[in-house]
């Protein structure tokens, strides 16, 4: 049975992509998967279909009638207008000259997995939180065309597959539409067709083109062929349970206890609306990869931010080599914070926050040029850095800000490399980034670790580290 279509693209040349010619069909009821790697141009194609970047030449078509077109962006807290999430669901039923009722409302909740942050402002909201929150916003208005850009690459793979089959059968009994980008094979897996974008062409993307080099959880191909050993494991208490699992490369003489370069014991942090953990305890060691495992919501970045120092505990204390933090409030000993900021290098989440220079160079250099390095090994410095996380060279004398969202969490993970902290701290380091970008930043963390530095990422996948 031929589908009804909803819209066709006819040799569409975006702005960005000065050699594009794109062709691309969507038939009412259809899931289309959408990857390539970063800065190809997957978000400015959606921003385009979306009417938010019209600068294009060709023809867009839509094949019936007007559609109503929803988006969401690969920063979800864009998509959130208000401070939480009753008052943005509510705007939109209004939109459509409607009443939301508590019913209408509770499910919703119910479908996106959100029952526990229903009175929680997005401030607190972790990145994968606001992904959901940002769906549910857009998917209470029922567009025929639904735009997903990325909105599941802060989730779990269970907890992202869940509610996106959950959407797939509503959309498909309601003949209405989804187009989505992203890295994920879980999600691609699921989709009618997924496309490849590649080079301004779009092409049908066979199974293994797909998932090429991504079809293992990142930090499992980090820790493939042998290199790392399971030394420890820590369980931190909270909301719900994370779990620190310290790996050391192998041959470095793993039986050997190595010094500890940051601890925490009994620590307390809460949000205005409840505890995030209590009296909490764990040992970070020197020369080893840690990774904090744990599902959305459940503090990890919350734990990061007070390692570094970014964010100050209720109770308790936090020791970074000699100095130590401790509760909010009282006055740090052994050190400054501009000593601690020489210790550790901190990316979060949401790193394209980090970025400010005017070029891609400029930010690479601002740390070591501040630590005192000369003029001629801030040159090596800024290129090894550039070159380790695999940011192409035509990127380097580009403003950051034009760069794709996988793109500028590249370069702002330069920045912090480029000074060469003694303790590496990585949010959710592997969203957003493309297969061959992956192959890099865990080549990059090997080394650092090789090289006697200490690592710790995290993510939301729990790993089966028992054969490892």
């Known amino acids: 049975m031929i589908k009804e279509p909803l819209f066709r693209l006819e040799s569409i040349k975006l702005r960005h992509l000065p050699e594009s010619a794109i062709d691309l069909s969507c038939a009412r009821g259809e899931v289309i998967g959408l990857c390539g790697g970063n800065g190809t141009g997957k978000t400015t194609l959606l921003r385009y279909v979306a009417g938010l970047d019209p600068d294009g030449n060709g023809k867009f078509r839509e094949t019936t009638r007007a559609i109503q077109i929803g988006l969401v962006f ?22 459509l000259h409607q009443t939301l009722s508590d019913e209408i409302y509770h499910k919703l909740l119910s479908f996106f997995e959100l029952q526990e942050e229903e009175t929680k402002i997005y401030r607190w909201m972790s990145a994968g939180t606001a992904e959901r929150a940002a769906l549910l916003s857009i998917w209470s208005q029922k567009p025929d065309l639904l735009l997903l850009d990325e909105a599941f690459s802060h989730q779990d793979p269970l907890t992202a597959c869940a509610i996106f089959s959950r959407m797939i059968r509503e959309v498909k009994s309601q003949n209405r539409s989804i187009i989505i980008t992203t890295h994920e094979p879980e999600i691609l897996e699921l989709t009618d067709t997924v496309y490849r974008l590649d080079q301004g062409r779009i092409t049908p993307a066979v199974p293994e083109l797909a998932e ?11 820790l493939s062929n042998g290199c790392f050993i ?43 609306e409840k505890d995030v953990f209590v009296r909490q305890s764990c ?5 080893t990869l840690y990774y904090l495992s744990g599902c959305s919501g459940s503090g990890k970045s919350t734990l990061m931010l007070l390692m570094a120092g970014l964010m100050r505990h209720k109770s308790g204390m936090i020791q970074i080599a000699d100095i130590t933090l401790p509760a909010s409030g009282s006055k740090i ?10 210790k550790i290098g901190f990316m979060g989440q949401h790193a394209e926050r980090q970025l400010f220079a005017d070029t891609v160079w400029e930010d690479t250099a601002y740390a070591p040029k501040n630590l005192g390095i000369d003029a001629s090994g801030l040159n090596d410095c800024c290129e090894n850095a550039l070159r380790m996380v695999g940011l192409q060279e035509n990127l380097w004398r580009r403003s950051p800000f034009t760069l794709s969202s996988g793109e500028k969490r590249k370069a702002a993970l330069a920045g912090i490399i480029s000074a060469e902290p003694e303790i590496l701290l990585l949010d959710d380091p592997y969203a957003e980034i493309d297969a061959e970008g992956i192959v890099f930043i865990n080549q990059m963390i090997r080394n650092y670790v090789a090289n006697g530095r200490t690592v710790l990422i995290s993510g939301t996948g729990r790993l089966n580290v028992q054969s490892i």
């Open 74 to 95: 690969q920063h979800a807290k864009d998509n959130l207008v208000f401070s939480g999430l009753r008052k943005d669901v509510e705007f939109g039923f209004k939109n």
């Open 333 to 342: 000993s052994g050190g400054t914070i501009k000593e601690i900021r020489k």
């Open 212 to 222: 090429t080099g991504n079809e293992r959880h990142p930090v499992l191909n980090l």
């Open 283 to 287: 040992s970070i060691k020197k020369g």
């Open 230 to 272: 399971k030394q420890d494991v820590q369980i931190i208490s909270g909301r719900n349970d994370m779990v620190l699992t310290g790996f050391v490369p192998k041959g470095s003489n793993e039986s050997k206890i190595q010094p500890e370069v940051l601890r925490l014991e009994y620590v307390s942090f809460s949000y205005p």
